[in-house]
């Protein structure tokens, strides 16, 4: 899929801006940090995860215990995406049973990866409760999904493409806004 840039919604001081606050929300919201843990939805997912991880224990002295989710199986477009998709291992070093699971995406759109990831999570065991975190909602949604946290609002076009870049994985900071170009 690719895109004409149209706009950039966010750059790095607006993304660290963003991260900062969804990470005080989930203080606030969760009244403190006992039993709150992070699962980063792979890929983009796990460095913003990281990122919130850093940002509590700097104001609130508290590391978080951090997992990585791969939902690659649990996907109800598996097929169509790859006849043989690459599965990576999740990564959840600790119980959820009786805590409070953030999940942590990049882009919240249809619902349909939030709704695979809540698959994987309960798999996982019993949370007490499942929030989600995203860097940015962009609407359109098909199924009855809301985030918890959301950094940037944005409203856009079917047409539209958000592309999140993060230094971690694509060696550059910033949130655009772009145009579908068809082949």
């Known amino acids: 899929m690719e895109g004409i840039t149209k706009s950039k919604i966010l750059d790095a001081d607006g993304i660290r801006r963003a991260i ?4 005080h929300e989930i203080v606030e919201k969760n009244k403190g940090t006992d039993g709150v843990v992070l699962v980063g939805i792979r890929r983009r997912g796990v460095p913003l995860a990281e990122r919130i991880q850093q940002r509590i224990e700097e104001f609130e002295g508290v590391k978080l215990p951090l997992g990585i989710l ?4 649990y996907r109800d477009d598996l097929s169509l995406i790859d006849v043989q998709p690459v599965v990576h291992q999740t990564e959840v070093p600790f119980t959820i049973e009786g805590k409070t699971v953030v999940l ?3 882009v919240l759109y249809t619902g349909r990866t939030a709704r695979a990831a809540l698959d994987a999570t309960m798999d996982l065991g019993r949370a007490e409760k499942i929030q989600l975190a995203v860097l940015v909602d962009r609407g359109h949604r098909e199924l009855p999904i809301r985030a918890d946290y959301v950094g940037k ?3 856009t076009s079917r047409r539209e493409i958000v592309s999140v870049c ?3 994985i694509d060696e550059t900071e910033e949130v655009l806004l772009l145009e579908r170009v068809d082949k």
């Open 20 to 23: 900062t606050r969804i990470a």
């Open 70 to 73: 791969d939902i690659t199986l």
């Open 104 to 106: 942590v995406d990049d």
């Open 153 to 155: 609002n944005l409203p």
């Open 166 to 168: 993060i230094k971690e």
